[in-house]
């Protein structure tokens, strides 16, 4: 059985209420509105801020998993500087070496906590401690504006990918077409070289050792080498003619 | 314009539509190798992806194809389990079996890949002559399978005018610009005996269930017993230990013994890339012979105690109405496979005996060439003591030698000859 985003927060809300700590609304905190979907769960101990992000996805591989982890956890470090600690919660299944790398998340300060199937919850990476901002003087048009701001670096970021894929595929395409023109110029070559030996005999010959069972076929330049001189040539051709 | 080429009194022309739109296929169990004509073929894996529908790639990236094949399959490659699940090798020693849908569907798309790669935009273009080369061994359903593919990409696409398929010994003749000779195939799990005169003589076709994957065998088992157990799980070590250290003896007696006496000279050290192990087999050395010698002589009694010890002894094989051993010495398969033909043929076939395919190229270090041959070298000794003079040769280019073969019979078969399931010959033709 998996563990959906639901139950994970519903075990949550339940540790964090045994630890007498107190639950907060997105709108008691200091957040811009485009990092409030970063964050499931929002807790005081004392004066502490703790943000709580939870990731629960359909099967994956585990190299995809192990993707999505990274890109989570550079999401989540924008969430530094509006909380003291942050924390990943992921479900235990997920907790194994071929997903993820704790090194990333102690350079970046994230914390990690395990949610098991039937609610056990662990702390596996503590999270560093914070320096909050403070925004309480922050008037309501500066927050506006750095919210906007953040808003169109998204977008940005969006627009960077998607060129990024387009780049690659007109890449790929670039080298398929380097491939073409290298055969389209080996064609025109071996053309050339035809139409040159065309000209001067307009009849080739062959000689056939019979002794040695090859046979000598001159074609001129148009053909590989191992058509050239090649005595099945001349076996293939009668096929179908009275054998 | 038509080439006129004379041979005294033979004369044969080649159109030129057929010089321009000639077109070989040789499907290897790992390779497709495919093109028009030209100095050498492109290629790609013989394997295809299939895109599992339920996967986010699926759903976002907007595929629309079922089956990836060519360069692109790498992009799609995940993990292991992925790989096993989702990416198809429809052949197992040249054979796809003939009620497995995903591997014909592959080699439906690798078929389509091929040709549409190299489709122009020649107004004057009717098609592809096609030849394919397949295993000699292959079953009567594959031709028409592979016959079906071809019309069917016709039909969609107008890139087949005609297709015919053709056995790979009979191909790698024809590169080899041999008509009367035998072809010793062998790849990594059979090998093939076809003597051919001026067409494959298929009664007297040996294939034997061995190949590269017996000398593997025993490499693992040499691994085994000097203490490098733990790393014969790994397939690609095997072979990479087998290549590195294998050597095929003169006189595997002799080779023995001077490997006992000399032993630093002999001594087989072999350092795994990328990794800080190294494989070193001592005193036990002189094993490396075996690894050579196993592909020419399993039934030596050396090899016994391996056998009995759960080393797989290659199965027997039906030759007409005869059981052949899956041990015999392949001097001795070659012997039985000339006499299933004409007396006053068999000293011609002897003439030139060609070898190709993977397992036939091993090196001999300069240094022990006073104990260890190539493989034709083997094969000529093992013949000569069963007073057979013959010539043997490795296949000058044995990674392309079959297309080629496939591109001189699209240019040289006469457009009228059509095929025949008696004769396995000419062109199959649907328009």
């Known amino acids: ?243 | 314009m038509i080439v006129v080429v004379s041979l005294g009194e033979v004369m044969i022309s080649i159109e030129e539509y057929r010089r321009k739109y000639a077109f070989g296929e040789d499907y290897g169990t790992s390779e497709y190798k495919f093109g028009p004509v030209a100095e050498r073929p492109d290629i790609i894996e013989n394997r295809g992806f299939i895109i599992d529908k339920s996967s986010i790639v699926y759903r976002i990236a907007g595929i629309t194809k079922n089956i990836i094949v060519g360069p692109e399959v790498s992009m799609y490659l995940g993990s292991r389990e992925d790989m096993a699940r989702f990416l198809i090798y429809p052949m197992r020693d040249g054979i796809v079996s003939m009620d497995d849908e995903r591997a014909w569907n592959v080699i439906y798309e690798i078929t389509k890949y091929g040709l549409l790669k190299f489709k122009p935009k020649d107004p004057k273009f009717k098609g592809f002559y096609v030849t394919a080369a397949l295993s000699a061994i292959a079953p009567k359903y594959m031709y028409e399978k592979m016959f079906d593919i071809h019309k069917r990409i016709d039909e969609e696409h107008g890139v087949v005018r005609a297709v015919t398929i053709i056995p790979q010994p009979l191909a790698v003749a024809i590169a080899q610009k041999t008509i009367t000779c035998i072809v010793v195939e062998s790849g990594h799990g059979n090998t093939q005996i076809t003597p051919i005169s001026r067409y494959p003589i298929r009664g007297a076709v040996i294939s034997l269930n061995r190949g590269g994957s017996e000398a593997n065998a025993i490499t693992a088992e040499i691994l085994k017993d000097t203490g490098y157990g733990d790393l014969v799980h790994e397939e690609k070590l095997v072979r990479m230990v087998k290549e590195a250290i294998g050597l095929i003896p003169r006189d595997l007696g002799e080779a023995i013994r001077k490997a006992r006496e000399d032993r630093e000279r002999f001594r087989a050290i072999f350092k795994v890339p990328n990794t800080p192990t190294i494989i070193d087999l001592g005193d036990n050395s002189w094993m490396r012979f075996l690894i050579g010698e196993i592909v020419f002589d399993p039934e030596n009694e050396i090899f016994e105690s391996y056998y009995k010890r759960g080393m797989p002894r290659p199965k027997d094989t039906r030759l007409g109405d005869e059981i052949i051993r899956g041990t015999i010495n392949l001097a001795d398969a070659i012997i039985k496979s000339a006499q299933k033909t004409p007396l006053e043929l068999q000293p011609h076939l002897y003439k030139r005996i060609i070898l190709s395919g993977g397992n036939f190229a091993w090196k001999v270090p300069e240094e022990f060439k006073d104990i260890a041959v190539d493989a034709a070298s083997k094969i000529k000794m093992l013949l000569k003591e069963r007073n057979i003079d013959a010539v043997v040769e490795l296949t000058k280019d044995p990674m392309y030698s079959v297309w080629k073969g496939c591109i001189v019979y699209s240019i040289a078969v006469p457009d009228d000859y059509l095929w025949s399931w008696r004769r396995m010959e000419g062109w199959y033709k649907w328009r």
């Open chain 1, 1 to 243: 059985m998996s563990l959906n985003r639901v139950k994970i927060i519903n075990y949550l809300k339940e540790y964090v209420a045994k630890r007498n700590l107190k639950l907060l609304l997105i709108e008691e905190v200091s957040l811009p509105f485009s990092l409030t979907e970063l964050v499931d769960l929002i807790v005081k101990d004392g004066d502490n801020v703790i943000f709580f992000s939870v990731l629960s996805q359909r099967v994956l591989s585990d190299p995809q998993l192990r993707k999505l982890i990274y890109l989570e956890v550079a999401k989540l470090s924008k969430l530094t500087s509006y909380a003291n600690k942050v924390y990943l919660v992921l479900p235990k299944e997920y907790v194994k070496p071929t997903i993820l790398d704790g090194k990333i998340f102690e350079d970046v300060g994230i914390g990690l906590i395990s949610v098991g199937v039937n609610g056990t919850i662990e702390e596996v990476i503590p999270a560093r401690p914070f320096e909050r901002v403070s925004f309480v003087s922050m008037s309501k048009d500066v927050e506006k504006r750095i919210s906007a701001l953040e808003e169109r670096i998204s977008r940005i970021e969006k627009t960077v990918d998607e060129w990024r894929e387009e780049v690659s595929s007109v890449i790929s395409s670039i080298r398929s077409l380097a491939d073409q023109l290298t055969r389209t110029r080996e064609e025109i070559n071996s053309i050339r070289a035809m139409i040159g030996s065309a000209a001067v005999s307009t009849r080739t010959e062959a000689i056939v050792s019979e002794a040695e069972e090859r046979v000598s076929v001159d074609v001129g330049e148009g053909l590989p080498s191992f058509v050239r001189d090649n005595p099945w040539l001349i076996e293939l051709s009668k096929r179908g003619k009275g054998d």
